[in-house]
């Protein structure tokens, strides 16, 4: 079992839709998570931090369930630019970080 | 700016040459970090260091080595590159210190796209 799983996708989507993604890590002791976008294999950027409070930035909720040990996105009205790949990340214990493989979003018009 | 700076960005060469990615960063970041990409498996942490001197193995430190004698840099090295080693390789870094809410986020290079024949 990977350490970090996402559903590679693609989603593919409208405009104007609202589409979820999951990730779920498999070490309890991970620490700090994010959401990071990578466009056509260029360097990740990051979207947001996951906080276990649960966090929002303008259209992107990000959720973390640290009992059943997965993190969500939520992305609302979705745009063109929206189009990227999702990648789900995980700090666990020790420095170490673990990616998601990315899940693919095609928004079209 | 801040900014995290990769050499050579793309190169092709042959198996056995030794070669260099070179990795600097000017915003005075502890933790930097290397990673590989390949289709299908995401990014994997090759290796990381904490700070000058302290460096630790990832995922796939296999093939690799590095060094951390300024804080600003961090190479990784291939001593004897094979076909296997040809991937998409991104250098990270960020804060060591933990906020708050937990890690900093960690900011990344442009990439460099390397093919071993």
């Known amino acids: 079992r990977k350490e970090v799983e996402q559903d590679p996708g693609p989603f593919n989507v409208p405009e104007g839709a609202t589409v979820a993604f999951n990730c779920t890590y498999s070490?309890?002791?991970?620490?700090?998570f994010f959401w990071y976008r990578q466009d056509c294999r260029k360097e990740p950027k990051l979207l947001m931090s996951v906080y276990s409070s649960g966090n929002e930035d303008g259209r992107f909720t990000a959720q973390l369930n640290r009992a059943s040990q997965y993190i969500s996105l939520l992305i609302r009205d979705s745009k063109l630019s929206d189009s990227a790949t999702y990648l789900c990340?995980?700090?666990?214990?020790?420095?170490?970080?673990?990616f998601g493989a990315g899940t693919r979003l095609f928004v079209k018009a | 700016e801040a900014q995290v700076t990769q050499n050579p960005r793309y190169l092709i060469t042959v198996t056995g040459k030794k070669l260099t990615v070179t990795c600097s960063q000017n915003?005075?970041?502890?933790?930097m970090s290397w990673y590989r990409q390949d289709p299908g498996l995401g990014l994997r942490q090759i290796y990381y260091s904490m700070n000058v001197e302290v460096t630790d193995k990832g995922d796939v430190p296999e093939g690799y080595k590095v060094s951390r004698k300024e804080k600003r840099n961090f190479p990784l090295i291939l001593e004897s590159p094979s076909p296997n080693q040809t991937s998409l390789y991104f250098c990270?870094?960020?804060?060591?210190?933990?906020?708050?809410?937990?890690?900093?986020?960690?900011?990344f290079g442009d990439g460099t796209r390397l093919s071993i024949l």
């Open positions: 990270a870094t960020r804060p060591l210190h933990t906020g708050i809410r937990g890690d900093q986020p960690q900011h």
């Open positions: 915003m005075n970041h502890e933790y």
């Open positions: 070490n309890s002791a991970s620490q700090s």
């Open positions: 990340v995980v700090n666990t214990g020790g420095f170490k970080t673990i």
